[in-house]
């Protein structure tokens, strides 16, 4: 029998009743990690799991999480066990020291059992970049599109029903733009709410520690956990501490949603829009007051040259100490140039050289204030109006994709278009702000899943998460796995 197609909170009631046992979903988990066949793994720490899971004896009813496995996306420091943010630069690093994040699973007995791929060093949404190369969509037999990325293998490890849960990071839609064509819950909190240390940085001012699960409830027990005040992580925030299972069946009457309408007009996948207007008026049958408005498309196209330049910029320089000397395989070299760059040249992607590059040439003295600080201003610009929004609205409603099916070869080819520029970036508003944002499973397009996004206020993670709940409730999308999907 399969367990781990089952939620957490499932999970925890067999656990209670003693008809399953830690031990015997790690193996179960671990049979699954080796047999996959998506590449979603840098490390199966299969030893280190069953001993650990052997310990657990008696649950603990009052920890929902005792006993449940996971899996790490490999860009978050993990003592002891090989961390290589999927670079050749890293492939051999292990670190002396656990994220917070891992310490406080730690402290809630769950089971780590593997890290996963990414795109290198988390720069990339495509899920190709890592140096282990594609990792797959589970619900593409004919591995031919995208999972997408850079949490790709944290993606794929809970939508092939290897584990209930996954950890990852998000700095443009890293964790929710997977979580859609996974067909999963994805989660960033208001930034600061979770701890970042341990997290590698790729751009500190966007970055956030997030996570996948099978649904919102299962969410929301991952964000009490996690969430909380860490000295060590100078962003983390103070007093937010909340309660998110709290209000999460409350549902949404008078709750105040808004759809921009330029994010819809640059969607031209029917199945898409069918479901996410099916989806605003189950919302409204629940009492919630759902409009659609209008914001600057100026500003809408503006989010993807204002995330490439100030994420390239705080990559170019957080990266600097992957030089071959103080971490990675050393080149070779008579001084310390030549050594830093045969190192990095052998080390890197040409991706992440390219970025390096655009890092590099807007922060040049004579680039920066048509640049670097031209694109902060865009970002200050687009953080106001999303405000302003805000002062009117509880909640920020849109499709997550342009399709639920996006070809790993070829894609979208005009990049300068509205369907790439808004309908595949405006997720990164949430990360312009700092905004709790979570995209749930709306539909399906051919066996294909697809998501919806829900962005609130900073610090209202609670409520985005009951709003999530109450689409979910009515959608019906509940669970999805590749075990629960008949194409």
């Excluded at 060093?121 to 899920?127: E, P, Y």
């Excluded at 989806?279 to 040259?305: H, M, T, W």
């Amino acid at each position: 029998m399969s367990y781990l197609d089952k939620t957490i909170v499932e999970l925890h009631e067999l656990l209670l009743k003693k008809e399953v046992t830690p031990l015997l979903l790690a193996k179960e988990a671990i049979e699954k990690a080796k047999k996959d066949p998506n590449n979603a793994f840098e490390t199966i720490v299969e030893k280190e799991a069953l001993e650990f899971a052997s310990s657990l004896k008696e649950c603990e009813e009052d920890n929902l999480l005792w006993g449940i496995p996971f899996v790490c996306k490999d860009n978050i420091s993990t003592k002891d066990i090989l961390t290589t943010a999927s670079s050749e630069i890293l492939k051999d690093y292990v670190p002396v020291f656990d994220a917070e994040v891992i310490r406080k699973l730690k402290d809630k007995k769950c089971v780590l059992i593997g890290k996963t791929t990414l795109d290198e060093l988390a720069m990339g949404g495509t899920g190709t970049t890592g140096h282990k190369g594609v990792t797959y969509n589970p619900y593409d037999p004919s591995k031919t599109c995208m999972i997408g990325g850079s949490s790709c293998g944290s993606c794929a490890s809970v939508a092939a029903s290897i584990v209930p849960f996954s950890l990852g990071s998000d700095t443009g839609d890293s964790i929710r733009k997977p979580a859609s064509y996974g067909g999963l819950v994805g989660y960033k909190p208001t930034w600061g709410k979770i701890s970042r240390y341990g997290l590698f940085p790729f751009a500190p001012s966007l970055d956030h520690v997030g996570f996948f699960t099978r649904s919102i409830e299962d969410g929301a027990i991952l964000l009490n956990a996690l969430q909380g005040y860490d000295p060590k992580d100078g962003s983390s925030l103070k007093d937010h501490d909340e309660d998110n299972l709290k209000n999460l069946k409350n549902g949404v009457n008078g709750i105040k949603i808004c759809v921009f309408k330029e994010i819809i007009d640059s969607i031209n996948d029917k199945v898409i829009l069918d479901a996410f207007n099916k989806s605003i008026d189950n919302l409204r049958s629940k009492g919630a007051n759902v409009n659609i408005i209008s914001f600057p498309k100026e500003l809408l196209n503006a989010i993807y040259p204002t995330y490439m330049v100030i994420s390239c910029a705080e990559a170019t320089s957080n990266n600097a100490n992957l030089d071959g000397i103080k971490f990675g395989p050393r080149g070779e070299g008579n001084t310390y140039q030549e050594v830093m760059m045969n190192s990095r040249t052998k080390g890197f992607s040409e991706l992440i050289k390219r970025r390096f590059v655009i890092g590099s040439y807007s922060l040049f003295k004579e680039n920066q204030e048509e640049l670097f600080l031209r694109a902060q201003k865009a970002r200050h610009l687009i953080v106001n109006k999303v405000n302003e929004v805000f002062e009117k609205y509880d909640i920020i409603y849109s499709p997550c994709v342009s399709k639920a099916r996006n070809p790993i070869k070829g894609g979208i080819d005009d990049k300068l278009s509205s369907t790439y520029l808004i309908a595949e970036n405006h997720l990164a508003i949430g990360n312009f702000g700092g905004y709790p944002s979570l995209s749930l499973p709306i539909g399906m397009d051919d066996g294909f899943p697809f998501d919806a996004n829900l962005t609130g206020r900073v610090f209202e993670d609670s409520l985005v998460f009951q709003v999530g709940y109450a689409l979910e409730e009515t959608l019906g999308y509940k669970n999805l796995s590749i075990e629960k999907v008949v194409k």
